[in-house]
C-alpha cells in the first residue's frame, strides 16, 4: 500500500517593495501626513483652550507652560459660577427664578440664538424664494444691493442702530439684541443660489392645481429646500451664539447679559485678566457649539457646495 504524503503548504513570499510601487503610495502617504499635521494645528488651540480651563490659576502664565496639565482642577469652573452670583430670570407676569447667573446667560443666550435664527430663515428663504423665482422690475438690481452691502463693516453700522434702537425704548432688552437681525445677506444669498436649483415646473404645477402664492412656497418650495434652510440655520446660530459686540452694547443689566457678555465681565477685573477663568468661561460656551458641531455636521458640508451649482 502506498502512502501519498500531502502535498507541502506553500508559503507566499513577501514582495519586495519595488521604487515603482513605492513612488505610488508616496503621494498618498504625503497627503496623509500633511492632512494630520494640519489638523493638529487647528485642533491645538481648542487643546489649550480646555487645558488652560483645568489648570489652576497660578499656572497659567507659568514658564514654560505646561502642555499637559499636572495638577487639573474644576477650581476655575467652581470660582466662576461664584462670582457670577445669584441672577433673576423674569417670566410672565410677577414670576420670578433665581438661578446661577452663569445658568441665567446660557439660557438669555439659548433665547436669543433660537428666537433669532427661527425668524432669520423664514425672512432669508421668503427673500431667497423671490429673487430666485419671483422676476420683478429691478430685482437683480435689488439683488446686487443686498450682496453689495456685505462690503460694508458692521462697526459703520453700530451707532446708527444703536440710535434707532434707543428711541425705539429699546435698550436693555432681548427685543434690541433681536431686532437688527432678522435678516441676513449671507443667508439670502445661499438660500436664493438653492431655491434657484428646483424645478419650476413644481411651482408652476401646484398654482394650477390652486395653489396660492404662500401655498406654493409652505407647501413645496421650504420642504426641497430643507438642506438650504438647516445651513442657513446652523450659520445663524452659530452667529448668534458667539454674539459678544452688539449684545455687549445693548444690554445692561447682569441678569439680562448674553454669555460672551457675562463672561467677558467675570474675568476681567482692576488688576488684570484672569486667565483661568476666561478659558473655563470659553470652555464651557464652545461645548454646545461642539456638540452642535458634530451633530450637524453633514449639512456644514452641504453648505460648501450650495451656489456651486449655476442655475
Known sequence: MTVVSAPAPVTQTAKPLSLSRLSRRLPGVMVIVLLTLIAIVSLFPLYWLFTTALTPASSTIKLPPEIIPTHPTFENVREIIRISGIGKF?????????????????????????????????????AGYAFAKRKFPGSTIFFYMILAALMIPGQVTLV???????????????AGVILPGLADVIGIFLLKQYIQTLPSELMEAARIDGASEWGAFARIVLPLSAPGLAVTAIFAFQRYWNSFLWPLVTLQSPDKFTLQ???????????????????????????PMIVFFFAFQRYFMQGLRIGAIKG
Request: proline share 1%; no cysteine; glycine share 6%.
Open 90 to 126: 423674569y417670566l410672565v407676569g410677577d414670576n420670578v427664578i433665581k438661578m446661577s447667573r452663569l445658568l441665567l446667560w446660557f439660557v438669555n443666550t439659548a433665547i436669543i440664538a433660537i428666537f433669532s435664527t427661527a425668524v432669520h430663515v423664514l425672512f432669508d428663504s421668503m
Open 261 to 287: 457678555v457675562g463672561l467677558s465681565y467675570v474675568s476681567t477685573s482692576e488688576f488684570g485678566t484672569d486667565y483661568g477663568l476666561l478659558m473655563s468661561g470659553a470652555a464651557l460656551a464652545a461645548i
Open 160 to 174: 446708527p442702530l444703536y440710535v434707532m434702537i434707543s428711541k425705539f425704548k429699546l435698550i436693555n432688552s432681548f
